[in-house]
């Protein structure tokens, strides 16, 4: 596949076809930014904090462990931009069977097209497993023609769509700036939110609750103490902190838990060990122990200036323990470390009594068959106007005092 005289692209079939090196220096550098005035889609690379699901750890984690496999409806078809041999901009990217662990739902597109005699699937999913975070897709290296290689990497997924005769590509949990440039290049625009909590300097959780108001803070105190009434201890373990056996305590949690909400949890056991060994540093586990024994978990990613939340599970169930687990620890945390931001995961506006407020999300859609182009491209329209109002009723309805509304920009 070829998108210049000087700019070539291939699709792999596994992350372990790239070096380690490249593909984190790519992941490092950036993500795109489109030139104020838009012209010609110009863009510029701007420096990222650092975010673990880029890794090249972490996708190996995912696809050696079997998580991210063929088998799971996840074939790997990573695209590669190289220029004079050296490999410049890297797209983590997927041929799907099917529309599970995504976070961004388009079954009701799958279903209308199949019923119109159409073929949804396969489709080429641009994403990080199961992870619904926000970070850079089209990752490109730094001191590079970030617009030249940015546009070969668009112009390859539309190929590689039609090479693989997919139905679609859909690029998600991307940056607005990559969100804005693929739009540029004809993919169709989507938004959704999620609740993130965002740090305005505090020097400790009483230094958050005094923003909020009476009612809130009291909740939110009430909330913390019944938590633990139960003679729980909350413990943070990290590094070389988090052995083999409280892998095999928060493995319990998350499958006790994921069955319940999707019938056959995505990640396996191997997977926790293989970040255990290789970014163990990365990773945050906040555990309840009860007579001796762990109870719950959450599992953190932290990264440059956001603690990323993923999932929890417990095996007993306790009032409010969900809660301080996953998002009042955290916070604790992000305070503790500096971070700028905590991202909750998907969904749940129950968050936005505890100081998550409404952040919007980014995913583009290229969409081959130019009826049900037509058709989505409506119903986005519709439905970014409704995210937008949505987003605002929520954040005027949130907890803080007036003027104390940290900002989520």
């Not at 641009?126 to 619904?132: A, G, H, I, L, W």
């Not at 978990?297 to 306790?318: K, M, P, Q, S, Y």
């Not at 749940?348 to 998550?356: F, L, M, S, T, V």
């Amino acid at each position: 596949m070829t998108a210049s005289s000087d700019i070539t692209l291939e699709a792999v079939s596994s992350v372990d076809a790239i070096a380690a090196a490249d593909w984190d220096a790519c992941a490092r550098s950036g993500t795109i930014v489109p030139h104020p005035d838009g012209a010609g889609g110009a863009c510029t690379t701007a420096t990222a904090a650092y975010n673990p699901f880029l890794s090249h750890a972490f996708f190996t984690a995912l696809e050696q462990s079997g998580s991210a496999s063929p088998r799971t409806g996840w074939g790997p078809r990573h695209l590669i931009a190289k220029h004079e041999g050296a490999i410049v901009g890297i797209v983590p990217c997927y041929l799907k069977s099917h529309s599970q662990g995504e976070y961004v739902f388009d079954r009701g597109w799958a279903d209308a097209y199949e019923r119109a005699g159409g073929n949804y699937y396969p489709k080429l999913q641009v994403s990080v497993p199961f992870t619904p975070a926000t970070g850079p897709r089209l990752l490109i290296r730094d001191r590079i023609d970030s617009a030249r290689v940015a546009g070969a990497l668009a112009n390859g997924l539309m190929a590689l769509c039609d090479l693989s005769k997919a139905s679609s590509v859909h690029v998600t949990f991307a940056r607005e700036s990559e969100w804005r440039f693929l739009a540029e290049c004809g993919f169709l625009q989507r938004t959704d939110q999620q609740f993130h909590w965002h740090n305005a300097g505090y020097s400790s959780f009483d230094d958050f609750l005094a923003t909020m108001n009476s009612r809130h803070r009291k909740g939110i105190k009430r909330e913390r103490r019944d938590a633990v009434a139960s003679g729980i201890t909350i413990h943070h373990l990290t590094g070389a902190d988090i052995t083999e056996d409280a892998w095999d305590a928060f493995f319990e949690f998350y499958i006790e838990t994921g069955s319940r909400k999707w019938g056959r949890p995505y990640l396996t056991r191997e997977f926790y060990s293989l970040i255990g060994q290789s970014m163990s540093e990365d990773v945050l586990l906040v555990m309840a122990k009860r007579n001796g024994r762990w109870i719950a978990g959450a599992i953190n990613f932290i990264g440059g200036d956001t603690l990323f939340g993923r999932h929890w599970g417990a095996i007993e169930h306790h009032p409010f323990l969900h809660f301080e687990v996953c998002y009042y620890q955290a916070i604790d945390f992000a305070i503790t470390r500096g971070l700028k931001v905590v991202e909750a995961g998907a969904q749940g506006e129950h968050k936005i009594a505890r100081g998550y407020l409404p952040q919007t999300t980014y995913s583009a859609h290229f969409i081959a068959d130019p009826a049900l182009r037509r058709a989505i491209a409506d119903y986005l329209k519709r439905e970014r106007m409704y995210v937008d109002e949505m987003g605002r009723e929520l954040t005027e309805a949130g907890p803080f005092k007036k003027g104390n509304i940290a900002d989520p920009a």
